[in-house]
């Protein structure tokens, strides 16, 4: 079964409305074997916050070694986000097994008016995948209350109840202790259920969950401490764009910082250090105070306080009742501003008037209805604001033509702060997360095997491939966008492909097919439209290079070559050459005279089975070298995944950092950002290789580029501009022979990520796919040099620079002619 006939098969058990209970999932659950008996689960309830911890507990485990399952809800902006393994989404292919496998179920219980529901079988899937996939722990994120959820299928070997508040109560109850003993269900047999309930919420957990651990602020006046059963936690407040956070409590007492800003992100995160402690017991595995650091601050969060710009303020925050929407208020009375421009979109079943007195700090307000069958009515969300705030209040019908009336109109000075549901966030998000992916189709066989990938129906597939053979834009939009888009390139006599899936809820892909002209011309008619097209507009000039600026970096004109310079005995093609300074600077001066645009300068071998290094010795090993290189006329680059060796080597006289981690230590961006140089962002799933994990793709090229598309964010929301974040596809980084080929192959598709390519293929194993043992490398990695200069890449890595630059300077002479008469 293909990606799309499974979506539409699983959205369209929406129709189904929730319920209270569990015997629906227990009985699908035992068609699939049972696969949630062989879990280890950890089960976090709560009306806000719950997401968050189970990031925070998901982050903390993976630092300290475990694989990790994550099932949250709901989605921003694709359903497979839902159920990931140590970070990586749900595949496609993993979707169309699990449809295959219990659709004949499903189809009989619902002949039969016992179908489950949306939720319930995106329960079982998540349980099912993790079962498959081995691991050691999954976390489960509570749908709705505690004791009848989904998610309680499982017996949980620790849970959480973050925090309690009036919601859902036709289904939990009229008030919070009803509420709070229904959460308290979730408690493990044989563990204390860690809490950060107060008052009489608190109170009415007790007799359910029995045993507790309470997680507190330092001065919430919790007497009779005992170290075990009391977590006291300490928010410090804002450190630039991170909070600072004390944890005591257990045998831990640990300092961190946290992108997830707020005094309540403090206590989360009091939460989720006691759930890893109680893991750490339950695996016999060692979850040090480092590890909980480092986990907390790499615990990112999409649309939870989520600061995508400075200059103005903007903040995405999924708030969704009155409760998050005054913890959201509190938070930003941690920053300074002008006026606060709030645009505001909620679900029709929430106390409007309620959340809108907890934001009556805004200035203005537009409010907006989210593309959603449950969106309340924006005039409506209106009249509460008018009747509740002194705010200027107006509407706008979409999400993304409020936001972008909002940030033009607001200062430098000013916050920008888009709340009121997640659904709201979601579409929001898509003006900085959205990726437009150029395509190339010389072919109707690869325009067909393109239009296959979109999930277009095989009528659709077969009806336009052989329009497709010029030049092809693929996106993700709303449905009323792929509407208005496809209605505006036909009238053009260009193409549109749209997703065959159906559910009026979920964004589309489409594939945009038309000559250059035609693109301008659509990108013209879209200027000022509704519904997000201007700013969509904006985005196709910008991947197309309709109209744009001149490159501002030097390797954005031709392809700079960048030389590698390994100060280290044990690298994998010349390990031990240039360990010693004198032969390393040597050698640096050879590439220079050769022409080299960057000299990379490492000191720790990211080999599969090397061993790592400390920084004191990394350190010892690059910065003579680069001191050395500051004065000459070329780039310094230095390739570490430490902070602390990265902020030495920029004091030292380095120009650009190169992180094959993709930013794994946490404090690399912002160091990035704050020495304001250019930074190398590398896929990888482990650095360095692991030889045996077996990674699967359903397209390595996107799947790539949706991975590294939040890295970017990251470096991005850190305060660096797209064209300083230099993406690396990680030829050989997790990926097979054939797999580093087709990213080659494809590589003018990461320009939709807006940012620099480099490509680092010199004498990699993967030439071994075309018969080349390691000491014949030579000339496959020139041809393949010539291959990435041709398509597109901005700067290769290379040993042989000699070689190298002459192969880049024959496609640069073929594709721009000499000058010289």
């Known amino acids: ?194 809490t950060g309930v107060e008052g009489d919420a608190f109170g009415a957990i007790q007799p359910i969950a029995g045993d507790t651990v309470r997680v507190v602020q330092h001065d919430d006046g919790v007497t009779n401490r005992e170290s075990k059963k009391t977590v006291t936690v300490d928010y410090g407040g804002r450190v630039g764009i991170e909070g600072e956070v004390s944890i005591d409590g257990g045998n831990w007492d640990i300092d961190a910082r946290l992108p997830l800003l707020g005094e309540h992100q403090a206590r989360n995160a009091g939460v989720a250090s006691a759930l890893a402690q109680q893991i750490e017991t339950v695996h016999e595995t060692s979850v040090s105070e480092e590890s909980v650091a480092r986990g907390l601050r790499n615990a990112h969060w999409p649309g939870r306080f989520e600061i995508m710009r400075q200059d103005p303020l903007v903040v995405l925050d999924g708030a969704h009742n009155p409760g998050g929407a005054a913890v959201l208020a509190e938070t930003l009375s941690e920053f300074s501003f002008d006026s606060l421009h709030l645009v505001f979109g909620a679900m029709a079943d929430k106390p409007h008037q309620e959340m809108a007195a907890a934001l009556d700090v805004a200035d203005t307000v537009v409010t907006c209805e989210p593309d959603s069958d449950r969106a309340a009515d924006n005039d409506a969300l209106a009249q509460a604001f008018t009747e509740t705030t002194d705010a200027t209040v107006t509407t706008r019908t979409d999400v993304a033509g409020a936001v972008g009336d909002t940030l033009e109109s607001a200062g430098d000075e000013d916050a920008v702060v888009v709340t009121g549901s997640l659904y709201t966030v ?146 994998f093609h010349d390990g031990g050459e240039y360990k010693a300074r004198e032969d390393a600077i040597e050698r640096a001066e050879e590439m220079v005279e050769a022409g080299v645009d960057i000299v990379d300068v490492g000191g720790e071998s990211t080999r599969p089975g090397a061993d790592p290094v400390d920084a004191e010795t990394e350190r010892q090993r690059v910065v003579p070298v680069i001191e050395a290189l500051a004065e000459s006329d070329v780039l310094v680059s230095v390739d570490t995944r430490k902070a602390g060796v990265a902020r030495s080597a920029l004091d030292a006289g380095a120009d650009i950092l190169n992180d094959v981690s993709g930013l794994e230590d946490p404090e690399m961006r912002l160091l990035a950002a704050e020495y304001d140089v250019p930074v190398v962002v590398m896929h990888s799933i482990d650095t360095p290789v692991v030889p045996e994990r077996d990674i699967y793709y359903d397209d390595v090229v996107e799947d790539v580029i949706d991975e590294l598309t939040e890295r970017v964010l990251l470096a991005e929301k850190a305060g660096l501009d797209r064209p300083q974040i230099i993406i690396d596809p990680g030829l050989g980084f997790g990926k097979s022979a054939a797999e580093s080929f087709e990213l080659l192959d494809r590589l003018e598709e990461f320009a939709g990520l807006g940012c620099p390519v480099l490509v680092g293929h010199s004498h990699k194993s993967m030439f071994g796919h075309v018969d080349r043992d390691a000491d014949e490398r030579y000339e496959p990695t020139i041809a393949a040099t010539t291959l990435a ?33």
């Open 1 to 194: 079964m293909n990606f799309q006939e499974a979506a539409n098969f699983l959205f369209d058990l929406q129709r189904f409305p929730s319920r209270p209970e569990t015997d629906a999932t227990v009985a699908l659950l035992s068609e699939l074997g049972e696969p949630h008996e062989r879990l280890d689960c950890v089960q976090i309830a709560g009306s806000n916050g719950k997401g968050s911890t189970a990031r925070m507990v998901e982050s903390i485990l993976r630092e300290a070694g475990l694989d990790v399952g994550l099932y949250t809800s709901p989605h921003l902006d694709d359903i497979r986000e839902r159920i990931t393994v140590n970070g990586r989404q749900l595949s496609e292919r993993a979707l169309g097994e699990f449809i295959e496998t219990t659709q004949e179920y499903i189809v009989d219980c619902a002949a039969h008016g016992d179908a489950p529901t949306f939720f319930e079988t995106v329960t079982a899937l998540a349980l099912w995948e993790f079962d498959r996939q081995n691991v050691d722990v999954a976390i489960l994120e509570v749908g709705i209350g505690g004791e009848k959820d989904a998610t309680s299928v499982v017996d949980p070997v620790a849970s959480a109840v973050t925090s309690v508040a009036l919601e859902h109560t036709d289904f939990l109850g009229e008030d919070v202790e009803t509420i709070a003993r229904d959460m308290a269900h979730v408690a493990p047999t044989d563990r204390p259920l860690v």
């Open 426 to 571: 979601g579409e929001a998000r898509t003006l900085w997360s959205r990726t437009s992916v150029p395509k190339r189709a010389d072919s109707v066989q690869t325009a067909a095997s393109l239009l296959e990938d979109t999930h277009v129906t095989e009528p659709g597939v077969w009806r336009m491939q052989e329009n497709a053979v010029h030049r092809l834009l693929k996106t993700r939009v709303q449905p009323r966008q792929a509407q208005s888009l496809k209605e505006e390139l036909l009238s053009l006599g260009g193409e549109c492909a749209v997703s065959g899936l159906t559910h009026h809820k979920e964004k589309r892909t489409v594939v945009l097919m038309g000559t250059m002209a035609q693109f301008q011309r659509l990108c013209d008619k879209l200027d000022d439209q509704p519904y997000g097209l201007s700013p969509l507009a904006d985005e196709i000039r910008e991947t197309l290079g309709i109209g744009t600026e001149p490159p501002t970096y030097p390797w954005e004109g031709d392809t700079a070559v960048m030389g590698i310079l390994n100060a280290t005995p044990d690298s």
């Open 789 to 821: 200069a041709d398509r597109g890449a901005d700067i290769v890595r290379v040993h042989d620079v000699d070689a190298n630059v002459a192969a880049v300077d024959v496609v640069e002479a073929a594709r721009n002619g000499t000058n010289e008469q």
